[in-house]
């Protein structure tokens, strides 16, 4: 929670920025480059990975996003956005040069630094993979600081799966074992089938010095959870992000919470251990 | 407190007058079935013999208020492109809430842990409350629905309040609660309260013990979390709620909101909202998923956050005041002490006590 800003700042009003560029990941999914207005803004934006923060399009609303670019990687702060609701079908119709709205950083961020020296295994599906692309390149920009980095990403189909552009890189590379699956056959596929859950046990990842990270659908969570634990990962080793509703993203209108607990700052990222000891309404 | 003063019944307009000169007064005045807080002027007729309808909720927490304002532009060199300018927000002016119950300003109390010392500040409420001072009436008139008394209140609770006024003979004994309320007692028109002031505090006394033993609603905050997933429990306690609200809107501390914009042309305003954790829209995410379906998840969380989270988180404070407004005016008459209560006392699955 230190990276929070405790000033005086109005936490509702938005800095603005302008889109630098779009690129359509899937049919519904939407990516977006901004480059925060004001010299040297972008070089003294401090953020963590798994951070999220809150786009405005003025006159719709805003909505919360993870910035799926790495601190490490500061020419722009990218969004990716799945078209579900009224704001997000409002942003896809943005394009290069509009200006857009941002509230961030919001909410706490992945344990990295006490990640450094282990193992990594990301699980992630579909629109999921956008948080653990931040973590997955911040690891990839310090390199030294971890053991091996496994990667398990999952779509429904090909034509599902965000970021293809970087796949083949993830692929080729040494540092990275990436294993890329769909649900159905599909032509020209080459690479596996199956669901992620299944998919997992095949792999059989060993839980020692490891520490897993998923994100995606609840479904796919909770059988990615039940595979972890099969394969013997404790509740501390692995973590997760979690969406939900919300609007001020500061603690204060009441949406998010889980008991005690507010996804927007004292979240996204929860280890299991830490979810198991909230009440049952993810 | 400093020495307590006086005003008589027939000084008391005269007093407003005067306050109303140097600050805004919201007063309670009937408006239609429902007494309301409004902006006092000379000769409104204000109404202090009972519970107002609404809390003075709104003096410092509006039913909706305008975060900013924005303004697009179009480039005349291209039309395809727009600038957006954000605008300065207006300063909340000095204002006096005059005449709330002691239930009604404490609500406060409740929001200022979260609004003013969380990880954010909201800077929205903190001008408001920096610039509001509450007058509270003493309480002589408990009601059938009121359990102020069990919640860490009563009827001549100062939390909340600058002023604490006594009816007493025929007028108010005046006393300050607060150094800003204090600066408010110049007035020539309060003489000193003598041996009234006495007479207050055994009223006052006497009002609170005539309320009852209090009921302990401590236990509540762990057996309310051991009983989350007994949802027939839940069901069943919801079962007569339509998800109206009406129970949220009514309530002094009830906090949550909503963002919305709204727009005319090229320019609008991002708005702040009351919300209604009653709604089933309250938590429906845009993929169709809710982690709240049903008026029995979401009551459990009204009743959870007012009775377990809230106190778990501000050193045990029950983030209620027993006004018992939700319980006067429920359609369907669902009483938020019965729940707890029952929840109290519900026997879990082990077969434990509850609450013990």
Redesign the interface.
């Known amino acids: 929670?230190d990276i929070?800003?405790?000033t005086?700042k109005?936490?509702?009003?938005?800095e603005?920025g302008t889109i630098v560029e779009t690129v359509q990941e899937t049919h519904n999914i939407m990516t977006f480059r901004v480059v925060l207005d004001g010299d040297n803004r972008m070089q003294d934006f401090r953020f963590e990975p798994g951070q999220v923060g809150q786009l405005s399009v003025?006159?719709?609303?805003?909505?919360t996003f993870v910035i799926n670019s790495p601190p490490t990687r500061k020419e722009y702060l990218q969004f990716s956005v799945m078209r579900?609701?009224e704001v997000?079908t409002k942003l896809h119709s943005l394009s290069k040069?509009?200006?857009i709205?941002v509230r961030a950083p919001l909410g706490n961020y992945f344990p990295y630094e006490s990640m450094q020296g282990k193992d990594i295994l990301i699980v992630g599906g579909g629109i999921g993979m956008a948080p653990l692309r931040t973590l997955l390149l911040f690891m990839l920009d310090n390199r030294d600081d971890y053991g091996r980095i496994q990667l398990l990403y999952g779509a429904r189909s090909p034509r599902d799966m965000a970021f293809s552009y970087e796949l083949p890189d993830w692929l080729e590379r040494k540092d990275l074992e990436t294993v890329l699956t769909i649900d159905n056959e599909a032509e020209g596929w080459e690479h596996r089938v199956g669901l992620i859950p299944n998919v997992l046990l095949e792999m059989a990842p060993t839980p020692q010095n490891t520490v897993a990270v998923t994100c995606g659908p609840?479904i796919m969570i909770k059988f990615t959870l039940q595979a972890l634990k099969k394969l013997g990962f404790e509740d501390n080793q692995i973590i997760t992000t979690l969406?939900?509703?919300m609007?001020?993203g500061?603690?204060?209108?009441?949406?998010?919470?889980?008991?005690?607990s507010y996804v927007c700052?004292d979240g996204p990222v929860f280890s299991y251990e830490q979810l198991r000891a909230l009440?049952?309404?993810? | 407190m400093a020495e307590a003063k006086y005003i008589s019944r027939a000084k008391l307009g005269k007093w407003l007058d005067e306050l109303s000169q140097q600050m805004l007064v919201l007063a309670p005045v009937q408006e239609g079935e429902a007494v309301v807080f409004r902006p006092y002027q000379t000769g409104t007729e204000i109404r202090l013999d009972g519970q107002p309808t609404l809390p003075p909720k709104e003096a410092v927490f509006p039913a909706s208020e305008e975060?900013?304002a924005?303004t697009?532009r179009k480039n005349p060199e291209d039309p395809?492109?727009?600038?957006?300018e954000?605008g300065p927000?207006a300063q909340p002016q000095k204002t006096l809430v005059f005449g709330a119950r002691p239930c009604g300003s404490r609500g406060f109390v409740i929001f200022d842990p979260?609004?003013t010392q969380?990880?954010?500040?909201?800077?929205?409420y903190r001008a408001r409350r920096e610039a509001t001072i509450f007058a509270s009436v003493a309480c002589i008139t408990p009601e059938n629905a009121c359990f102020c008394h069990s919640v860490g209140s009563g009827p001549g609770d100062t939390a909340g309040s600058d002023i604490l006024l006594t009816p007493v003979d025929q007028g108010y004994v005046v006393e300050a609660v607060t150094d800003k309320g204090g600066e408010m007692l110049g007035s020539s028109l309060l003489e000193a309260a003598g041996d009234k002031a006495g007479k207050a505090r055994e009223l006052r006394d006497k009002v609170l013990k005539d309320m009852g033993e209090p009921r302990d609603f401590t236990s509540a905050r762990e057996k309310l979390?051991a009983i989350?997933?007994d949802l027939d429990f839940w069901e069943d306690v919801s079962a007569k709620c339509i998800s109206c609200g009406a129970c949220t809107y009514l309530c002094p501390t009830c906090?949550?909101?909503?963002?919305?914009?709204e727009?005319a042309g090229m320019q609008?305003s991002?708005i702040?909202s009351w919300?209604n954790?009653m709604s089933f829209q309250?938590?429906?995410?845009?993929?169709g998923?809710n982690?709240?379906p049903t008026k029995a998840?979401r009551l459990r969380?009204r009743v959870?956050?007012k009775f377990?989270?809230y106190p778990?988180?501000h050193q045990g404070k029950i983030a209620c005041c027993g006004c018992g407004r939700c319980i006067k005016h429920c359609p369907m008459s669902v009483d938020i002490r019965e729940i707890v209560i029952r929840a109290m006392e519900h026997q879990t699955e082990s077969g434990e006590e509850a609450g013990a």
């Open positions: 929670m929070q800003q405790f005086d109005n936490p509702y009003l938005p603005l003025f006159g719709t609303g805003e909505a579900a609701g997000t040069g509009d200006r709205g609840p969406e939900k509703r609007k001020c500061i603690g204060l209108c009441g949406r998010c919470n889980i008991g005690t700052v009440p049952n309404e993810l | 975060l900013f924005y697009y395809a492109q727009t600038d957006v954000i927000r979260v609004y969380g990880y954010y500040l909201d800077p929205y979390l989350f997933d906090y949550c909101f909503n963002i919305t914009d727009s609008g991002r702040r919300d954790c309250f938590t429906l995410e845009a993929s998923h982690p709240r998840h969380n959870g956050h377990s989270y778990e988180l």
